[in-house]
């Protein structure tokens, strides 16, 4: 639809148009369209790079990609799970809290 904000116009575009700019065109534009990966793999990448840097605030809308991308609701889990032990209890902790909440409004 045309005039449809991104996600980044709507979580910056008017403090930051700019950067919302650069986010759309250059981040999701044309690092997510490389070949070399397949987008449910950069998804999975993404979630585990978020939750190992405890970078939260991300990962709800990088949860409904990867679903969106096929990521399975059981690899998401599993991948936090195996996060525990290499990133930190803490870190697990609270992105299952993510997923918790990420699936809930998928179901909605």
């Known amino acids: 639809m045309a005039g449809e904000q991104t996600a980044a116009q709507k979580a910056y575009g008017d403090i ?7 986010s759309d065109r250059v981040l999701f534009g044309e690092v997510w369209e ?56 803490p870190t697990a902790n609270t992105a299952i809290g993510v997923l918790r909440q990420a699936f809930a409004d998928a179901d909605a």
């Open 34 to 89: 490389r070949p070399g990966l397949s987008k449910r793999d950069r998804s999975l990448v993404t979630v585990t790079a978020l939750v190992a840097g405890y970078r939260h605030n991300e990962l709800p809308g990088h949860v409904a990609r990867a679903l969106a991308n096929g990521v399975t609701r059981e690899e998401l889990v599993e991948t936090v799970m195996h996060l525990a032990f290499y990133s930190g209890w």
């Open 16 to 22: 930051a148009p700019d950067f919302a700019d650069l």
